[in-house]
């Protein structure tokens, strides 16, 4: 299995670009979820899906939208791209709430 | 009061000694507790789940303590290899449990 794969694993944006970052995996999971990284700030959920047709907002969804037409595929689209998007970003899946997520090795985004 | 909240440290430590995490919650309906580890510049990675009970796995405890909201990981005869961020993770309860929820880690440095 691959687990969870993230692509691409670097990118840079112009200011107002859209782009997709690509989720996928192949552990059948339900949950999956978007999480951004910044310094200081800990991990931020973004959006979150409990299964194919079904997802919902986190913490800190604007700018960012989602969709759930697989079970294997969650992608993150950025609508226009900001500075203030600079961050990391990670896709996790896992079965259940009662196991952790799964993470994939992250997408780095340059928003200039 | 945060959600999850987490001593930043660092921690730094040598090698062989025995170091203790701690972490609190604010949800009292939290259902799910994990403890992450993240390397620098990589993605989390689950360590160990937490239970009630408490629990163990070779040189890692857990300890849970839900009447004060507490949670506990201590590494006993630390490598260097431990050095990491630590992070503490909640699985809120009801209809928000379907994610997790970050504390922002407490930096372990083991020396030789």
């Known amino acids: 299995n691959a687990g969870v794969t993230q692509t691409p694993k670097f990118q840079v944006l112009k200011t107002g670009q859209s782009m997709t970052l690509q989720c996928a995996q192949d552990?059948?999971?339900?949950?999956m979820s978007w999480y951004r990284q910044d310094p200081g700030m800990g991990l931020r959920l973004i959006h979150y899906s409990v299964g194919a047709g079904i997802t919902d907002q986190g913490e800190v969804p604007n700018g960012y939208n989602v969709s759930r037409s697989t079970t294997e595929d969650f992608p993150l689209r950025l609508l226009s791209a900001a500075p203030s998007q600079t961050s990391v970003y990670f896709c996790a899946s896992r079965v259940d709430r009662s196991y952790g997520y799964t993470f994939g090795s992250g997408t780095r985004l340059t928003v200039v | 009061r945060k959600e999850v909240e987490q001593d930043p440290g660092p921690f730094n430590v040598p090698e062989g000694a025995t170091v203790a995490f701690n972490c609190t919650y604010s949800n009292s309906a939290s259902q799910s507790f994990f403890w992450y580890r993240q390397d620098c510049r990589k993605e989390p990675k689950l360590l160990m789940s937490?239970?009630?009970s408490g629990n163990e796995d070779g040189r890692f405890t857990a300890q849970l303590n839900r009447a004060s909201q507490y949670i506990s990981l201590l590494i006993r005869d630390s490598k260097l290899s431990d050095s990491a961020t630590y992070l503490c993770?909640?699985?809120?309860?009801?209809?928000?449990?379907?994610?997790?929820?970050f504390g922002k880690g407490t930096t372990l440095s083991v020396s030789s």
């Open positions: 993770v909640v699985t809120p309860g009801g209809e928000a449990g379907t994610a997790l929820i």
């Open positions: 552990m059948n999971h339900e949950y």
């Open positions: 937490v239970y009630s």
